[in-house]
């Protein structure tokens, strides 16, 4: 007996927060992710084009409903309580989710069509993106796709927003950081040591990274794993990490400055292929102990997967296997 009225309490507790969830009004939820992300009631209320005492109104609606405090007074503004962060959180995937409805909604109207935000590291844009979308755009014509090329850290914070639908290219171990996003390798990248085809270097036998401490080393900001190779490499040989004279975001100065004088970086070789082919670039003959990076992409976890995401995703893993069997 008493087995059977344990289950019906918590049947009863199951009715009750279901009838709790009907009961919920998304733009009161998207309405307190506003106050959250945005500071403030007032500052909210300006971006939504809409009265502080109606947004108000809003929230204090949404607490009844879920009889809970959500947002508290600190001095002239207010502050999420604890109840209030966890829901804000949870409407930032309810947000994401309405965006992707309402495109897939858009890809069913026009089946061939479709549109993609793609996010992109160097190596995903020299080795992934390109033939990925060829494809895509043979099998489904009528697909729009918006690249970009932004820093590791925001695309994967877009990402995680909705802004972005994937990132491709290197991968970091994001969940530690992000855990709401997953990753998928398809397959691992080795990094060289890149200098101008001329560069006196390149003539010398048994070359070492010892040998390269006093060179003049060039590196794209925020590429911490090249950087943690490269000094792994320093110290397997007995010598200190080499010390980065020039960072840059841009991979187009970290190109002009290889071409322009006695420079080196380490980065995947694809990102200069065909600088190297015509010889103006050259890769040191080095021997890396762990020299080799994940590549693959990111996905929001949970997320909608519309019929472009899944050709796109297919494609992928197709570009990848054909990388292993190379």
């Not at 804000?88 to 989710?97: C, D, M, N, S, V």
């Not at 080795?127 to 014509?141: D, F």
């Not at 927003?161 to 855990?179: C, K, M, P, Q, Y």
């Amino acid at each position: 007996m008493l087995n059977l009225i344990s289950f019906y309490d918590k049947f009863i507790t199951i009715m009750h927060d279901l009838s709790n969830v009907r009961n919920l009004n998304v733009r009161q939820i998207l309405d307190l992710l506003a106050v959250v992300d945005h500071g403030g009631v007032t500052a909210a209320a300006r971006v939504l084009n809409v009265s502080q005492p109606a947004l108000t109104r809003s929230v204090r609606q949404l607490e009844e409903t879920l009889d809970v405090k959500l947002l508290a007074r600190a001095g002239r503004g207010v502050l999420p309580t604890r109840f209030g962060r966890s829901l804000a959180q949870h409407a930032r995937t309810i947000e994401a989710e309405l965006r992707h409805a309402i495109r897939d909604i858009a890809d069913l109207r026009l089946a061939e069509g479709g549109h993609l935000a793609v996010g992109a590291s160097p190596i995903g844009m020299a080795t992934l993106v390109g033939p990925s979308i060829a494809r895509l755009r043979m099998a489904r014509p009528g697909l729009t796709v918006d690249v970009r090329n932004d820093a590791s850290e925001a695309q994967l914070n877009a990402l995680e927003r909705g802004e972005l639908d994937i990132v491709i290219g290197a991968l970091f171990g994001a969940t530690s950081d992000h855990e709401h996003l997953v990753e998928e390798v398809l397959f691992q990248n080795s990094l060289s040591v890149i200098v101008r085809g001329d560069h006196p270097l390149t003539q010398q036998e048994n070359l070492s990274f010892a040998d390269l401490a006093l060179e003049t080393w060039v590196i794209a900001r925020g590429s911490a794993t090249i950087r943690q190779l490269v000094a792994n490499e320093f110290r397997f040989e007995g010598a200190e990490p080499p010390k980065f004279a020039v960072e840059t975001d841009s991979m187009l100065c970290v190109k002009g400055l290889l071409l322009s004088g006695d420079f080196m970086c380490a980065n995947p070789p694809e990102l200069f292929a065909t600088e190297i082919e015509l010889g103006v670039l050259s890769e040191l003959k080095l021997r890396w102990h762990s020299g080799s990076r994940a590549i693959g992409f990111t996905l929001r976890e949970n997320g909608t997967i519309t019929p472009a995401m899944a050709s796109l995703i297919e494609v992928l893993r197709d570009l990848g296997r054909e990388r292993l069997s190379a």
